[in-house]
């Protein structure tokens, strides 16, 4: 597997994309985003589990049982979540409007909001804005559109690989968006990947599910799970490679290729967390059931207590043992080890369920770099996890504590 | 029931406490406390979920099973946790040596340690000063026994209230600490209630169990739980009441009492949370289940975003909504209303699970004070909850971020 550090979404065969200043921010920054496939191409998703969906949720989530799919309709700015069943009616029409604009039928348009909830989407900015984002779809658009998805973010997230599959070149190419209100429960914030692979919607259906579990799943940047999350993947065909149906050789080439995008895509939402200084990845090893690791991970990498601490390099490990703790892992206490690493060194602050001396000097210095590995051994079985997540800062409270009218 | 403003708990009959500046804290503040029962008593008690529990959480859950409880000695400043083999010792001869020196039996003596956890206690401090707090007791002990066990906390946090049981005055009368690390699950952080009413072991213990639920395990500060919280009730029948030995008419009166004292205590906790500047209450009514009103209510109190827009005093409702959303908690999203209530005045906000238009200024009024109910009505059963909670704010950050050495 090759990373294209150069190549985006509109770089991949039959693919054309664009991004565009709609005016659904006041800001002026772009807002709205097209994602296209020449091609008939087969789609699978994962959505939020939470309770209240917004409506383009409830839409896709009907529409990707469709055997084509061939766009992805995205604006930034208003979440088209709470609104009722005229939220509902708008989200349709913006299916129809982009499917006639494209000549395709509606249920071949997926569509996400992302913003503010409660907020109805100004539908004549969308009708404009819709035919002008269709207009512009090229295979330079890559850019543009992982911008038009942004709204807290800070930076953009994206990343294209190759794989060989059968001998042929395949990229899978993701964006992302997603900084606050982050603890995805299934999908996650927004996650567009396209593929120019050819395997069956039955075998792609498969393969997302999986790999979303342990991408974006994993990853927490204050606990809440949002309303409009959504993971999608269109695969196209267009690489030519022989049809994946089956869980063979090339199936398994293009999972690991693409758990490596959805955990890339992830740990860049976890390190753009609001208000973060600082990627925190938990690793626990030698849990007796992969359930266990999982629980372990996720609830250290959740815990304001230890977000704090990690905010002023504080080798708290206290925080950290608590934390596994109350995860509702099945564990020994008193077979606990504890590690930090980063770039800079590791050290154990903890053995055998125990406080250990330990060079709070140098496990400070461990603490102060941008990534940070928190490494927990529970010394049972043989099952691991990784969750990632990122420190709380004066600034998380400061962009949610802010009242803006 | 009246509540007596200016008792403590060394007014309960038949009670003795002390509190002193033993030497555990470097700040050189009250650090070692005494609950004594002149008296044979019951007692009951929960005790952490969390795995990882502490010395004296792990010797109190033997301790407590014996069939009288006359004392308990608390230390704030070193929590006796992940201290290993060596720290369960020194929890059995904390026990010994002051059951040696009131002239009980080491079972008769529950104990409880507050702060850093890891550290070790320093056992010439702690011989000493069971020495010294033992031979203090007395009925004018309470306001330095409260202070005595306060960690992060700001405020003392203590109630006492009267009830007649069969005509005769009984009083019960609580006091807590917990600042940080809140989210009990069973019993929290530390609690001590002391009561002379005459009733069973086995009264005792439904009463307390059921109590706890309903206060304690419905505060979050931080949603971390911590190693060594403990709620423990001592009854020692001075009041000379008829035993209470079923759920007759004055198990009733003691369980409403006793319901109102973990609440309060429960609240105070909430309040005093670190950084809080608010009260938070989540009143959710009309639940299909109490399960159900109790995951709304607590995911609602518990979200860093609603506490962080509380913090700015933005009616935010749609993180509420979001909250609600993802709490597992059965309901319909279409038929659901939120409210914001405060002393100067209530405004609803969202309605039938949509949007409303509402005057923003008078929400945000409204939202400004120090106590803040959120009062949110799932319009499908009989069933309520109540959670408490404070804000996220600059100050949680500062406290639980600045690496202190």
């Not at 001998?167 to 429960?185: D, F, Q, R, T, W």
Request: proline share 1%; net charge neutral.
């Amino acid at each position: 597997m090759k990373i294209l550090k150069d190549k985006s979404i509109s770089d991949v065969q039959g693919f054309k994309t664009a991004g565009i200043a709609a005016g659904f921010k006041k800001s002026g920054k772009k807002d709205l985003a097209l994602i296209y496939s020449e091609k008939k191409a087969v789609s699978a998703g994962t959505f939020t589990t939470n309770k209240v969906k917004a409506a383009p949720v409830i839409l896709n989530m009907e529409y990707i049982k469709n055997e084509n799919t061939q766009a992805i309709i995205v604006n930034s700015g208003q979440a088209n979540a709470c609104t009722g069943e005229a939220g509902f009616e708008d989200a349709k029409v913006i299916s129809k409007i982009t499917a006639d604009e494209l000549g395709l039928n509606e249920k071949e348009v997926l569509q996400a909001s992302t913003g503010v909830i409660g907020v109805s989407i100004p539908m004549d900015i969308m009708k404009n804005g819709i035919k002008n984002v269709c207009a512009l779809k090229s295979n330079e658009g890559g850019k543009n559109t992982v911008e038009a998805i942004m709204t807290t973010d800070t930076k953009t997230k994206e990343i294209t690989v190759e794989i060989l599959l059968g001998g042929k070149k395949v990229l899978i190419s993701g964006i992302a968006k997603g900084s606050g209100m982050i603890k995805p429960n299934m999908a996650t914030m927004l996650s567009f990947v396209v593929t120019d692979a050819n395997i069956s919607k039955a075998m792609l259906n498969k393969v997302v599910k999986a790999s979303v579990k342990d991408s974006y799943n994993m990853i927490s940047v204050d606990g809440d799970t949002s309303t409009n999350d959504m993971m999608i993947c269109i695969a196209n065909g267009a690489a030519q490679n022989e049809l994946i149906d089956s869980e063979n050789e090339e199936f398994i080439i293009f999972k690991e290729a693409l758990d490596f995008v959805n955990k890339e895509l992830a740990k860049k939402m976890a390190r753009d967390g609001e208000g973060a200084t600082k990627l925190i990845e938990v690793e626990v090893v030698n849990a007796k059931d992969l359930e266990s690791a999982k629980m372990c991970a996720m609830s250290v990498v959740s815990s304001n207590l230890v977000k704090a601490a990690l905010f002023g390099s504080d080798p708290n490990w206290g925080r950290i043992v608590c934390a596994v703790g109350y995860s509702g892992a099945d564990f020994d206490p008193n077979k606990v080890d504890v590690q930090f690493k980063s770039l800079v060194g590791e050290i154990k602050v903890f053995e055998n369920g125990m406080n250990i001396y330990f060079n709070e000097e140098k496990a400070s210095k461990i603490l102060e770099q941008e990534k940070i590995v928190i490494y927990v051994n529970l010394n049972e079985g043989e099952y691991a996890a990784k969750a990632w997540g990122c420190d709380l800062t004066y600034k998380y409270v400061k962009i949610n504590g802010e009242y803006r009218t």
